[in-house]
């Protein structure tokens, strides 16, 4: 009898483990099924280690259970540190630069149509659609945690953001919630200036002295330049070409008498400023005077007479050009100013990245802080190390395993 009972519990006890693992096993499965996902900014006004509070909602729309296993969502959003809720259902990670993931906790299960709300908290605010998470992403695991299979999340929606709490960055942040409505009632009060008023030489000198006048530029005007300011004058001259469709001359010797356009150094300070300080004279008597303290300077003058230029000129050539007489006295306010530009995450091409440079001279900044390769890829092929195109070129998901560069920036995995 005893025996009989013993077994009639073991027997019961198998059944209900396997019964157990049937239905664990069932749940882990069903994420191959749909999910619809939605997320929201809860509230930036968080004191202390985190200021934002954002959630999940994920849905179940199939017909089965999902489980606390065999699968996690990945996306892309702009970095930051992530806290969890104690006990929370599913836990949000960030693995590195904009990569993140979330995984089911030990608790979680997911009936259909049934949803669950995930809230986690970050070091810095969100309060714009390009600060959301980008192209969510399912990846499924077999029993020994090896990817079977990746799939987009189509059903995914980023609520809007409406509340001060979700657009302001904290409660010290003033700025209103920008709307239709307020960009056309401050851009109202705005009116054309006149020509007259306005100054072509940008940035605006020091000082200008605009005495009645003109002069006639015309290639007549031979080019004198001392001996330092070779390449500036042929600079001058390729220039003055484009304008006139005619070629100037250009002379290595000082200036003497008759009209003409001089490049010169000397020792100079406009405003307590001595690097890169320049003097244009535009006289109808005498021509063009271009003084710098140092070549960079005279180019930096070579700017400004370009600049007084008809812009009609620079696509219809005019053998003869009028520009106004005047005095122009100026230096930098800034030593470092500078341009960024992003070539292996942007792609340009050799002759736009020209014409960047070309305008930047013009508005007379100094530096280009050209990217030519980040963490995120790497895009000049170097032969004798051609995994750095091979690997670095390819992105999708990756395990370690994979030639390939992580998603970024909501590429998505493939």
């Not at 299979?149 to 919630?177: H, M």
């Amino acid at each position: 009898m005893k025996n009989n009972f013993r077994n009639i519990v073991i027997f019961s006890v198998l059944a209900l483990l396997i019964s157990s693992c049937t239905k664990q096993e069932s749940e882990n499965k069903a994420v191959n099924m749909n999910i619809k996902l939605t997320w929201t900014v809860v509230t930036n006004m968080l004191v202390g280690e985190s200021s934002c509070r954002a959630a999940f909602t994920i849905q179940n729309k199939s017909s089965q259970t999902i489980g606390n296993s065999g699968w996690a969502i990945y996306y892309s959003q702009i970095p930051r540190r992530v806290t969890n809720e104690p006990n929370a259902k599913a836990i949000v990670k960030h693995i590195n630069g904009d990569w993140f993931k979330i995984i089911p906790a030990q608790n979680f299960s997911l009936a259909p149509n049934e949803q669950v709300t995930v809230h986690y908290d970050l070091s810095h605010y969100l309060i714009k659609e390009t600060d959301a998470p980008l192209y969510p992403y399912i990846v499924r695991y077999d029993e020994n945690g090896n990817e079977t299979s990746v799939s987009r999340i189509t059903d995914y929606k980023i609520l809007p953001f409406e509340k001060p709490e979700q657009i302001n960055r904290g409660a010290d942040d003033v700025v209103p919630i920008p709307s239709t409505t307020r960009r056309y009632q401050e851009n109202e009060v705005l009116s054309l200036l006149p020509e007259n008023v306005l100054h072509k030489i940008i940035p605006t000198p020091v000082s200008i002295t605009s005495p009645a006048g003109n002069l006639e530029l015309s290639a007549a005007l031979q080019i004198h330049y001392s001996a330092d300011l070779l390449s500036e004058a042929k600079y001058l001259q390729e220039m003055l070409q484009v304008i006139t469709g005619t070629k100037f001359t250009i002379l290595e010797k000082d200036y003497t008498e008759g009209k003409a356009i001089v490049l010169q150094t000397e020792p100079m300070s406009v405003n307590g400023i001595t690097a890169e300080a320049y003097v244009l004279d535009i006289s109808s008597a005498s021509g063009v005077s271009i003084t710098g303290s140092d070549p960079a300077g005279v180019f930096y003058g070579m700017q400004s007479l370009m600049a007084l230029m008809p812009v009609d000129f620079y696509t219809i050539s005019q053998s003869k050009i009028l520009v106004p007489t005047l005095r122009v006295e100026d230096a930098p306010r800034f030593p470092y100013r500078g341009q960024h530009l992003d070539v292996c995450r942007n792609f340009f091409s050799k002759k736009a990245v020209l014409k960047l440079m070309d305008v930047m001279a013009f508005y007379k900044l100094n530096t280009l802080q050209l990217y030519l390769s980040e963490d995120e890829g790497w895009r000049i092929e170097i032969e004798s190390l051609p995994e750095l195109t091979a690997v670095g070129g390819q992105r999708q998901h990756t395990s370690k395993d994979a030639a390939a560069l992580h998603p970024s920036y909501g590429s998505g995995p493939n």
